[in-house]
């Protein structure tokens, strides 16, 4: 069974950055593509940014240029570094992962995934 456990939510102003992970409890993380997830209060969750196991990373218009999304194989670990945080970023982050390749089609959709943790609360005053 693939456990997720996300870390690295807090308080920042407008302009400042964080650091998500996301630690992968189960079977080889390089059998797995994985991506984060976000959802704000009244809204649906929607896709940030996604990464295969070769590393190829995906990333939502809205945080291009922003974000970034790796991945340590070696320690299990999800990263997701965000810069330039806007008050619209405000929500709570979820990491998620699926066995096997990142599909080309639609992959920051949340049907593609599995396994969900719990989330990280981020918030973002201005």
């Known amino acids: 069974q693939v456990q997720l456990v996300e870390s690295g939510g807090g308080s920042v102003r407008a302009g400042g950055s964080l650091r998500l992970s996301c630690a992968f409890f189960?079977?080889?993380?390089?059998?797995?593509?994985m991506g984060w997830f976000r959802q704000a209060p009244g809204k649906e969750r929607e896709g940030v940014a996604a990464?295969?196991?070769?590393?190829?990373?995906k990333y939502a218009d809205s945080v291009k240029g922003r974000f970034t999304i790796s991945r340590d194989n070696t320690k299990y670990t999800l990263y997701l570094q965000m810069n330039s945080l806007k008050p619209e970023d405000t929500a709570m982050y979820f990491c998620?992962?699926?066995?096997?390749?990142?599909?080309?089609?639609?992959?920051?959709?949340?049907?593609?995934?599995?396994?969900w943790g719990q989330g990280t609360q981020v918030t973002v005053s201005s």
């Open positions: 998620a992962a699926a066995y096997g390749s990142m599909p080309t089609n639609q992959p920051l959709d949340v049907r593609q995934y599995s396994y």
């Open positions: 189960g079977y080889s993380t390089s059998t797995y593509f």
């Open positions: 990464i295969d196991s070769d590393g190829t990373p």
